[in-house]
């Protein structure tokens, strides 16, 4: 009973560098989201996806992509990664109008 | 714009003590659904509570309850006899729907609760 999926769980970038953070959940949900978290400044959204095939910006879309691959998989790229960017990222998934499960986070550092 | 404001950054509370969280937030919308989240220092997100806006009855779960007051766009968080793993940060977070179709997800700034022995 995996849940949500995400990896990796640390990671270190040079700025400039680019990643995908990998998330997949078992539990059937269409929603699926990006969070960062950053001290002081609670969880906020980069970007969700609210069924297979849609994505939409959140609050702090600048610097990242999505790719929603299938209704289990929702991935999240840094194209040229930034020391703005250091911060620990979780993804979740939920059914339609319901509470979020995340994954157990990513803690990126970018120097 | 819809917004969740937790006026507490930090709070303390010893232990077997009752604390209550303070939530407020902001929506246009009638239907929505309501959450409060417990990060303990591990990392992991954890759902504590949920609350539907359109049920009056407040929502308890075991020594955690909150004060919903829909008018007042208020859903507060009590945690009776609080224990030292307790000690963690809340978040309060909302969701949407917008005719059907579901908004996302969005939470507060989080309140650091720490349970003194």
């Known amino acids: 009973n995996a849940g949500v999926t995400q990896t990796p769980k640390f990671q270190v970038l040079k700025t400039g560098q680019s990643m995908t953070l990998q998330c997949a959940q078992d539990?059937?949900?269409?929603?699926m989201y990006w969070y960062r978290q950053d001290p002081g400044m609670g969880l906020r959204l980069i970007y969700y996806?609210?069924?297979?095939?849609?994505?939409d910006k959140g609050e702090v879309p600048n610097g990242y992509n999505v790719s929603r691959l299938n209704k289990r998989e929702f991935s999240l790229r840094l194209e040229s990664a930034a020391p703005s960017q250091t911060s620990v990222y979780f993804c979740?998934?939920?059914?339609?109008?319901?509470?979020?499960?995340f994954g157990q986070g990513t803690r990126l550092t970018v120097v | 714009a819809q917004t969740v404001t937790q006026s507490q950054p930090e709070m303390s509370v010893q232990e077997a003590e009752t604390v209550t969280l303070s939530c407020t937030y902001d929506t246009s919308e009638n239907n929505y659904y309501l959450f409060w989240y417990k990060q303990p220092p591990s990392r992991q997100m954890i759902l504590v509570i949920r609350q539907e806006a359109y049920k009056q009855q407040n929502a308890t779960e075991n020594r955690f309850s909150v004060n919903f007051q829909k008018a007042a766009k208020s859903f507060s968080l009590k945690i009776s006899d609080s224990q030292l793993g307790d000690t963690a940060m809340y978040f309060c977070a909302f969701i949407t729907n917008y005719g059907g179709s579901q908004g996302n997800l969005i939470f507060g700034k989080g309140t650091k609760l720490s349970v003194k022995p």
């Open positions: 539990m059937n949900h269409n929603s």
């Open positions: 979740a998934s939920s059914k339609h109008l319901s509470e979020a499960f």
């Open positions: 996806s609210a069924s297979e095939g849609t994505t």
